[in-house]
């Protein structure tokens, strides 16, 4: 995200990613607080984003856990580590 945490603009910046660099149709681009799920304006804590694209034979989903520095989470713990 590299700074940016106006959930508005990082989805706009993932949509046009996809869109230049892929023939895929894009179903949803979300950014939640994770885990709660939850719709936010700007990234100030955990948040996840999802995302699903159609191609001619597939529906691709995938979704990344971010730190809210921007940096990917690599694995998920309850209670610490």
Same mark, same amino acid.
């Given at each position: 995200?590299?700074?940016? +945490? +106006? ?7 993932? *949509? +046009? ?15 939640? @607080?994770? &885990? ?22 597939? *529906? ?7 730190? &809210?520095?921007? @940096?990917?989470? +690599? ?7």
């Amino acid at each position: 995200m590299d700074g940016i +945490n +106006n959930c508005d603009k990082i989805i706009n910046e993932v *949509r +046009n990613h996809i869109n230049s660099a892929t023939s895929g149709t894009i179903d949803y681009t979300e950014l939640l @607080t994770y &885990p709660g799920l939850k719709q936010i304006s700007t990234v100030n804590e955990q948040v996840i984003l999802a995302v699903a694209v159609n191609f001619a034979k597939a *529906r691709l989903i995938d979704n990344i856990i971010l730190h &809210p520095n921007g @940096t990917e989470i +690599n694995h998920i713990c309850k209670g610490g580590c």
